[in-house]
């Protein structure tokens, strides 16, 4: 027989997709060179605080971008609204991110290239950080998290797998980050009690 889970949990006043939980993933950089930053049709998904974060930080990752980059800055800023009326990073070209810089064949992120460097104290948005959990904010009060499969991110699933490591537990820092240690205690235990579940 064949346990049945719920497709959505709730810890506290967040709605999570059961797979954050039950899916495995664990980025593998050597073998995708950062292609997120790079791959989609919008940028990433913004707050006005982290557009006011980046501006901020334009002086000291300038440099790194590319003209092109530069370019789309100067005429449209940091980031712009998407068709679908959601605030995004601006891209260069409808692909790369225009925080997206290379070395070698490798993409990095400028500003989180920038905030390890001890250059800026912003890392990069928050939804960078939580990919490949997608956030939404719903007008109740509570936040709705999905699990965004992208093929893109296949290695990255067969090497959670091979190390055991789910969605929530690869994304604990940025979780914490986002909903507090408190919440992700229990979203430890929610998930405990889940996996029991299979």
Same mark, same amino acid.
């Given at each position: ?38 791959? %989609? ?5 913004? +707050?006005?605080? =982290? ?6 930080? $334009? &002086? !000291? ?31 260069? %070209? ?5 925080? +997206?810089?290379? =070395? ?6 400028? $500003? &989180? !290239? ?85």
């Amino acid at each position: 027989m064949v346990n049945k889970i719920s497709p959505i949990i709730q810890v506290g006043n967040v709605l999570l997709a059961s797979d954050i939980i039950t899916a495995y993933f664990c980025c593998d950089y050597e073998k995708c060179k950062g292609i997120c930053c790079v791959e %989609g049709d919008a940028g990433a998904p913004v +707050t006005l605080d =982290e557009v006011g974060e980046m501006e901020t930080c $334009l &002086e !000291r990752v300038w440099g790194d971008l590319s003209a092109s980059a530069q370019a789309v800055v100067d005429t449209q800023g940091v980031a712009y609204t998407d068709g679908d009326g959601d605030l995004v990073t601006s891209i260069v %070209g409808g692909k790369d991110c225009v925080f +997206t810089c290379y =070395e070698g064949d490798n993409c990095l992120c400028a $500003l &989180e !290239r920038a905030f390890l460097s001890g250059k800026t104290s912003f890392c990069k948005p928050i939804s960078c950080a939580l990919y490949p959990i997608r956030e939404k904010r719903f007008s109740n009060g509570l936040t709705g998290l999905n699990y965004s499969r992208w093929e893109v991110c296949r290695d990255a699933v067969v090497k959670g797998e091979h190390l055991g490591i789910h969605v929530y537990q690869f994304l604990k820092t940025p979780l914490i980050k986002r909903f507090g240690k408190q919440w992700y205690e229990d979203l430890c235990l929610a998930a405990e009690a889940l996996l029991k579940e299979l």
